[in-house]
Each structure stands twice: as structure tokens, then as C-alpha cells.
């Protein structure tokens, strides 16, 4: 079984910066995809950005030129720098990976955007 423990969170004003880890179990090497999503109170999960293991990466439109995925591969670790950050960024940031045998989550992170 795959674990996955998201940190970083926290309470951030509009216009500023955090950056978000997610640390996995066992090596990454082996997950084809990685993503970050965001769950905002009354509205689905959306996809934020998602880096491949050829390191390709894609990000919302919402996101594009603001926030940046990573991955430490001898730390087994996602990021993603979030820069610039607007109150209706507000949700909990789930960190998602996804090899041959399965899909695993996370268990979120909250990230509050307010003055």
C-alpha cells in the first residue's frame, strides 16, 4: 500500500506564496503520473497540475504562470509552488499518484487565502 502525507498548508494572504510537499511512501519511479487537486467547500475536485515521469507538465488554466510542479525523485516528493495566491484559491490540495496497480490520494492539505 502506498501512503501519501501532504504538508504545507496554511493560512496565506491574497498575493502570497506557499509551497506544498507531498511525501510518498516508497520510491516515485514508478508513477507514471503525479498530480496535485484542490477541493473548494460546495464545489468538486479539480485537477490543478500533474507532472509525468518523462517530467512533462500540465497545470489549469487558472494556475498557468503562477504555480510550478515538482518532483524530488531521492526524496520521493511532489511539490507545488503556489505564488500569487487568490482568495478564491481556498480549498483543501490533495496530492495524487498513479502507477500500473492502482490510484492513490492523500489526505489533504487546507489552504485558506484571506486578509
Known amino acids: 500500500q502506498v501512503q501519501l502525507v501532504e504538508s504545507g498548508g496554511g493560512l496565506v494572504q491574497p498575493g502570497g506564496s506557499l509551497r506544498l510537499s507531498c511525501s510518498v511512501s516508497?520510491?516515485?519511479?514508478?508513477?507514471?503520473?503525479m498530480s496535485w487537486y484542490r477541493q473548494a467547500p460546495g464545489k468538486q475536485r479539480e485537477l490543478v497540475a500533474t507532472?509525468?515521469?518523462?517530467?512533462?507538465?500540465n497545470y489549469a488554466d487558472s494556475v498557468k504562470g503562477r504555480f510550478t510542479i515538482s518532483r524530488d525523485n531521492g526524496k520521493n516528493t511532489l511539490y507545488l509552488q503556489m505564488n500569487n495566491l487568490r482568495p478564491e484559491e481556498t480549498a483543501v490540495y490533495y496530492c495524487?499518484?498513479?502507477?500500473?496497480?492502482?490510484?492513490?490520494w492523500g489526505q489533504g492539505t487546507q489552504v485558506t487565502v484571506s486578509s
Open positions: 507532472i509525468t515521469n518523462g517530467d512533462t507538465r
Open positions: 516508497r520510491s516515485i519511479f514508478g508513477f507514471y503520473v
Open positions: 495524487n499518484v498513479r502507477d500500473t496497480m492502482g490510484n492513490y
